[in-house]
């Protein structure tokens, strides 16, 4: 079983960062595709960005394009999301997904075997 474990979450004013990160302990991360998800009460888990185990497929929630970023470091057996101008919109639980396939297909929570706990980010003045 893979536990995956996010950090980086917190309250911050519109147009400002953050950036998640997802990490576990007794696998590499780097024979996993990552996905990076959201929910907010209500609404179905949605996929903001997904990077293929080979990293030579991303994927971006069209609302997030051009702001967000996913990327791994390998050394650190980290993978990052960088978001940056945050919008109130964003506000959700974020929540990172594993899947030893190479590819994802449509970055999609069904997709995903394994999940973290989630960390809230609250874009708020």
């Known amino acids: 079983q893979v536990q995956l474990v996010e950090s980086g979450g917190g309250l911050v004013q519109p147009g400002g960062s953050l950036r998640l990160s997802c990490t576990t302990s007794?696998?590499?991360?780097?024979?996993?595709?990552i996905g990076w998800f959201r929910q907010v009460p209500g609404k179905e888990r949605e996929g903001v960005s997904c990077?293929?185990?080979?990293?030579?497929?991303?994927y971006y929630e069209d609302s997030v394009k051009g702001r967000f970023s996913i990327n791994r470091n390998n050394a650190k057996n980290v993978v990052y999301l960088q978001m940056d101008n945050l919008k109130p919109e964003d506000t959700a639980v974020y929540y990172c997904?594993?899947?030893?396939?190479?590819?994802?297909?449509?970055?999609?929570?069904?997709?995903?075997?394994?999940w973290g706990q989630g960390t809230q980010v609250t874009v708020s003045t």
């Open positions: 990077i293929s185990r080979d990293n030579d497929e991303t």
């Open positions: 997904a594993a899947d030893v396939r190479k590819l994802f297909m449509f970055c999609s929570a069904f997709e995903f075997d394994h």
């Open positions: 007794g696998h590499l991360l780097d024979y996993y595709t």
